[in-house]
């Protein structure tokens, strides 16, 4: 895990509600209807709730799975996110012990 990658990515406002937002995807997404959570939230459902562009949402995405906190499935066209969970636990062993 580098710490440093973290830390830019929970930087900004966005990207820290899109997290939010993973970590309880059947409140936040529920017009998901095409798949089911358990390989994430489809990036065009997650670009309706930020209100931004798919290009920016995607960047967004791309800096939160450099930094390990979320993961990535494609299923056809269609790509899913969720977070990385593990990537949690481990932040925050991190900070208790070495913040």
Known sequence: MKQLDIFKA????????????LKDPE?????QIHAGFEVGVCVGEIQK?????????SEYLSI????GLVESTRVGQWTYYKRNEAAF??????????I
């Open 10 to 21: 929970l930087s900004n406002k966005t990207r820290l509600d899109i997290l939010s937002w």
């Open 89 to 98: 636990e481990e932040l925050s062993k991190m900070i208790q012990s070495d």
């Open 49 to 57: 709730k930020a209100g931004l562009t798919q290009s920016t949402v």
């Open 64 to 67: 939160l799975q450099r930094a």
């Open 27 to 31: 409140a936040s997404f529920p017009e």
